[in-house]
């Protein structure tokens, strides 16, 4: 797959580029647009012959001779000029002006009739209008159309709009979540000055619905009847079966309502996972919550919306040059080829059969497109962060560490390259065999020569049993040595046990009995403070250890926060915009259909990713099985689920804890000593009365 380099034309074009019709139809409308992000001709460093060479291609563009503009013209032959030269250039390069540093002056100009006497009374009336009319009715509209935006530039309407239907239906289908996908207020003109209503909307969308069998345009439920909610919605069903549309007017049209789409359903995940939330705090309502089914498909809304595609239809419509016709070899008697990496990983040749109809290039197309997709491998460790007992208790904080690597889906190597493998690696064996051959014992090849020639006829019912060779020599010399290791160990250990044995039967020891008490004096004053030291070093390595704790944590959160979102493009030619490759991690019950962890929409995954997911603990102790899901927003047949074990047990009972018993005794000497001044004032009242 490292390809190599091919001529269209007078360009070399990468042949990792997918130049399928609408790879280059997107190519134009991002120019047209100015999407894509114009990179200069020259950069700093470039060589005088670069330089000349894009002299020489400008000036034939923009010469007045040729029809070209004569201040352009000007301007590129004093910036050749100014390259050209040495000093200019430095000067260029270090300060950004040929001429060197230049000093940089303010100052301010005030015209003549302000500062005159008689149009003070016209200023400060200009003042008054400016500072106490018009700039806080700037503030007050600029205040009044952010109030009605939440944090992703979602209307606060919009979203009222989505928890009122998800709150209603826990299992929602898919088409319904389009529905109320297309019934958002980005679309209506009333809150969304961008939206343009044609006439030509008249004739041509009631055409665009009789082609679309799924609308489901009779419905009379507001806000589905509507015009707007009418149009988003048939757009976005055009854009899903891949319907050519007019480009003046409704192509515009679905690029707009498509750039807005991936944001409006990231918020109605959020959306739902708050009414999931609200409705697990209160018992009696946790049935109508809405159920796992509701968020997997707003995901799969998703990798729809910017493959354009159905559900329905097959994951291998995201390559190129491949269309229904071409699918129809991919399920046989022989075999079934159902998903992208499945296909990746047959073989060369049988790949290469199975798209006979493509030419070479639009085979390296779709080849290019594949190595361009994820494998992911995921990793998931359930943690609890407890010092004390990392044991799962009932209603304790779970966290789940999930480990990302992503490699590109990388194909098979060719029949030949795996044949020339297995010819070398025989030709090695056979190598390997020869100098063991020659390095074996004269006395061993005698013995296989001698049993050559004893060969006899085999009887029937009787078997040769094979028997290792051991080299005596060799057995011998490990059991020699493994004795003198033995000796040398008793003779050391003897050696130490008598001398302390006459170290204590000696006169000197019997004499002198107090020098002894002193050193085991010394000795328990040693131990003491050996205890004493090693109390600090714990009490050291605790603060150590609660420092790192910190510090990690506030490492992953601010990695997490100034980690980049730009991953990986994804190949999309008919979703209008560039679009990263983008996950939704989260921890389900496949069983209940219930969502147990919030999704985490992973932003940042290129080669490796480490994320946490937290949820608490069931209440019952009992043994739990759990999904970890990992969803791509932008791919079809590339999600990834790996089942985890909970042991959920009884939660411990909180003891007394000593220093507890402590507050309790200072809490009562105070009352006490609280009692005994009141006693004593009281006594002393009692004084002055008598």
Known sequence: ????????????????????????????????????????????GSSVKEIKSQYRKLSKKHHPDKGGDHKTFMKIAKAYAALTDEESRKNWEEYGNPDGPTATNFGIALPIWIVEKQNSMWVLGLYALVFMIILPVVVGTWWYRSIQFSGDQVLLDTMKFYGQFFSRTPNMTLKRILMILGGSFEFSKFYNKDIIDRESDNIEIPQLMKELPNLNEK????????????????????????????????????????GKSLNLVNEMIKVITQVISYFKTTPDMQHKAPRLNTVEYCIKICQMLVQALWDTKSPLLQLPHITEKTLSHFVTKRRCIKTIKQFVEMKSKERRALLRTLSDAEYRDVMNVCARMPDIDLKAEVAVNDEEDNSITANSIVTVRVILERKPLEPNESDEED??????????????????EKTKPLWQKAQK???????KPRKAGTRTVLVPVVNRTEKLAEVASKDKIKKKDENESGASDESDNDSEDSPEAKRSPKPMKKKEDNDSDSVDDANDSEENNEDDNEEEDWVGKFSDETKKENSFETKSKET??????????????????????????????????????????????????????????????????????????KTIKLDVKKAKQVLDHPQWQKIDEDEGKENSSNDDEDSSDNDDYDDSDD
């Open 568 to 641: 990986h493009l994804v190949h999309c030619p008919y979703y209008p915009l560039d679009k990263y490759e983008w996950w939704y991690l989260y921890v389900a019950d496949k069983k209940k259909q219930q969502l147990i962890s919030m999704p985490k929409h992973v932003q940042s995954l290129k080669d490796y990713e480490e994320v946490e997911l937290q949820f608490a603990a069931p209440t019952k102790p009992d043994v739990y099985t759990y999904s970890v899901c990992l969803m791509s927003d932008s791919y079809m047949s590339f999600d990834l689920t």
């Open 419 to 436: 044949e020339k493998r297995e010819d070398a690696g025989d030709k090695m064996e056979e190598e390997k065999e020869k100098v063991d």
């Open 449 to 455: 020569t001698k049993k050559k020639k004893a060969k």
């Open 219 to 258: 419905n009379k439920e507001k806000p589905f009847n509507l015009s707007y909610s009418l149009k988003a919605r048939a757009l976005i069903h055009a854009h899903l079966g891949r319907i050519s549309l007019p480009p003046t007017t409704l192509e515009n049209d679905k690029n707009y309502v498509l």
């Open 1 to 44: 797959m490292d390809g190599y380099l091919f001529e269209k034309g007078n360009k070399e074009v990468s042949e990792k580029d997918c130049r399928c019709l609408p790879c280059l139809n997107k190519e134009k409308l991002l120019e047209t647009t100015h999407q894509t992000k114009v990179k200069r001709p020259l950069v700093l």
